[in-house]
């Protein structure tokens, strides 16, 4: 048996209801969706979570066409589905908790006396996360365009720790043809993804496309998320069946090259392409006057690297990223490669 908060699952039962979360001031509650199965049979527990950022719903759904065709009585070990965590995001389409403005997803493992989404991290931290073996994490870029699954880099390369191992195994498990991690303080400390690592969780994130696009491209991307939920149930034993994928190859890229946006706002034009080579110094995008067409301003690589499938829709308004690039650090065949985890 496994129980959250008020809900508890016996062995091949599919089970339904909220995580009760804090509520504001003026009493709008964070209570959290949560589904779990509880297998027939001794194995892993898998977090599946969405739209931690409000707007990001690929993941949502996604989650929700697993939950209806997962047969608890036919899975070893747990699965904990959590289609929507950040709920007053979701509901406003927003990435943030619109009543702190915080985002939930850098601030585990919670602090009780800290603002609502704090109160909220340390609940679902407590009674959802410390149960996992693993957690897949489903974002998509809510204005740009994203296909690859983030993994946290090894602090040494030559001797990856078991998780780290695990980690990057799931990584490729999951079926997409690209994987990529940021080089260490990319983006600061993580230290939500610290957190994940102390309870010894394998913890990863893929990320797909989104903003305009996402009426004509939506399905295939909620296609592939839902694909690679079964694939990560499959990699950890948790349910038979043959890998389905974008192609045998996952290339693992070091995005070791951030591009932001110039203090400057206006349209922004894309002059390269995913998988293009692109040297230091060359013109990667410019911002133009969304009126007149004038260029307002330049945007030039800063390291000889390869465009990997990420980047922003148009307008860009304040401080963001707008290219992702990075050079291979491996490229796995999944034909010969062991796309088995095992769990104690």
């Keep these: 048996m496994i129980k959250i908060g008020d809900l508890q699952a016996s062995a091949g039962q599919h089970v339904f209801g909220f995580l009760k979360g804090p509520r504001s001031r003026s009493g ?178 893929p990320e797909f496309g989104g903003g305009t696009g996402w009426h004509e491209n939506g399905e295939a991307n909620v296609r592939d998320a839902a694909r690679g939920i079964w694939n990560t149930m499959r990699a950890m034993r948790m349910v038979d ?15 070791n090259v951030v591009l932001w946006k110039p203090p400057l706002d206006g349209l922004f034009v894309r002059l390269k392409k995913f998988g293009d080579h692109v040297q230091e110094g060359e013109v990667y995008a410019v911002l133009q006057d969304p009126y007149t067409g004038r260029e307002i301003a330049p945007m030039r690589n800063t390291k000889t690297a390869t465009v990997i499938p990420s980047g922003l829709e148009w307008p860009t308004v304040g401080a963001t990223s707008v290219g992702i690039l990075g050079e291979i650090d491996e490229v796995v065949d999944r034909r010969t490669a062991d796309l088995y985890v095992d769990f104690a």
């Design 28 to 205: 709008l509650h964070g209570d959290v969706p949560v589904h779990i199965f509880a297998g027939t049979e001794p194995g892993p527990t898998l977090l599946v979570q969405g739209a931690v950022h409000g707007g990001e719903v690929i993941g949502s759904i996604a989650i929700l066409r697993v939950v209806k065709s997962l047969d608890a009585k036919k899975l070893r070990g747990t699965v904990i589905a959590v289609p929507v965590l950040n709920r007053i995001g979701f509901e406003l389409g927003d990435r943030p908790n619109k009543i702190d403005g915080k985002d939930i997803s850098t601030l585990f493992p919670g602090n009780p006396r800290g603002s609502f989404s704090d109160q909220l991290a340390a609940i679902y931290f407590e009674e959802v996360i410390r149960k996992a073996n693993a957690m897949l994490d489903l974002h998509a870029a809510a204005k740009g365009y994203e296909r690859y699954v983030l993994f946290t880099v090894e602090r040494d390369p030559k001797n990856p720790t078991e998780i780290e191992r695990k980690r990057r195994k799931l990584a490729v498990a999951f079926g997409l043809d690209t994987a990529a991690f940021f080089p260490p303080l990319t983006f600061g400390t993580n230290k939500s993804e610290e957190a994940f690592e102390r309870e010894g969780i394998v913890f990863f994130q």
């Design 241 to 255: 069946g043959p890998f389905e994928s974008d192609g045998p190859l996952c290339t693992i890229y070091n995005a």
